[in-house]
C-alpha cells in the first residue's frame, strides 16, 4: 500500500487540473467527441497558467530493441502528469491499463483519466 505522502502526490496540481475540467464539462457538457474536450481542456489549462504538452510521442523500448510504434497520451501537465481524455459512457479496465502503460513507458507517478461523455465528469486518479 502507497504511504500518504504517496496518495497524494502532485495533490494541488491533479486538483487544478480536474478542476479545469470540472470546467469544460460544465460548459460543454456531454455528447462531444474527444478531440473538443481536448480542445476545450487546453484552452481552460492556458487560462489557468498550467504547462502541458500536448499528443507528446513517447518512445516505447523492449530491453535493448525500440518499438517502432509511440505512445502519445492527450495531455503531459507540468512534466508531473499524464492526463487522458475520454468521451464513453463509462470507464473501463481498458482505458485504465492504457494510462497505467503510459506511466510505465514514460516513468512518470501520476496519471488522470477524465472521461466527459457522462452526465457528470468521471475522474480517476492513478500512481505507480
Known sequence: MKNANEKWLYKDLTQE???AAMEVHRELGSGFLEYVYEEALCYELNLRKISF????????????F?????YKPD??????????IKATSG??????????????????????????GRKSLEVKRKIL
Do not use: S, W
Not at 53 to 64: G, W
Not at 92 to 113: D, F, H, P
Open 17 to 19: 487540473i480536474i478542476g
Open 53 to 64: 504538452e500536448r499528443q507528446k510521442e513517447l518512445d516505447i523500448h523492449y530491453k535493448d
Open 66 to 70: 525500440l518499438i517502432p510504434r509511440r
Open 75 to 84: 495531455l503531459m501537465v507540468a512534466n508531473k502528469v499524464i492526463v487522458e
Open 91 to 116: 470507464l473501463t479496465e481498458i482505458e485504465e491499463a492504457q494510462l497505467l502503460n503510459y506511466l510505465k513507458a514514460t516513468k512518470m507517478r501520476v496519471g488522470l483519466l477524465v472521461n466527459f
